[in-house]
């Protein structure tokens, strides 16, 4: 079983910047090659949609394109740890942000793909 545990949301100004982080434990998959980890949001009234993921093996990200360029993700695999630097934020982005994690291959854009989730962290972005 893996347990993932985010912190780093909060309130912050429009074009200022905020750093999620999420802590997998039970990581007994990282080893697959296809291991990968993602952010997801979700607004309220909204459907939760797809941020950005990193496949742990080779780094590989995919981004959705309303955060490119503004949004990074990173990988600490010493601590099982994914990041997620957020910068030049819009009030738009403002949601629960949900790390995710998956061990098969798939479509990482998809909900549907990942198995473990965390509980998620509040942004909340003023104008």
């Known amino acids: 079983q893996v347990q993932l545990v985010e912190s780093g949301g909060g309130l912050v100004q429009a074009g200022g910047s905020l750093r999620l982080s999420c802590a997998a434990s039970?990581?007994?998959?990282?080893?697959?090659?296809?291991?990968?980890m993602a952010w997801f949001r979700q607004a309220p009234g909204k459907e939760r949609e797809f941020v950005t993921a990193?496949?742990?093996?080779?780094?590989?990200?995919w981004y959705a394109d309303s955060v490119k360029g503004r949004f990074t993700i990173s990988r600490d695999n010493a601590k099982y740890m994914v990041s997620l630097q957020m910068s030049s934020l819009k009030p738009e982005d403002t949601a629960v942000y949900y790390c995710?994690?998956?061990?098969?291959?798939?479509?990482?854009?998809?909900?549907?793909?990942?198995?473990?989730w965390g509980q998620g962290t509040q942004v909340t972005v003023s104008s």
């Open positions: 990193i496949m742990w093996s080779d780094s590989s990200t």
């Open positions: 039970g990581h007994t998959f990282a080893t697959f090659p296809t291991y990968t």
């Open positions: 995710a994690a998956s061990g098969v291959y798939g479509n990482v854009r998809s909900p549907g793909h990942y198995d473990y």
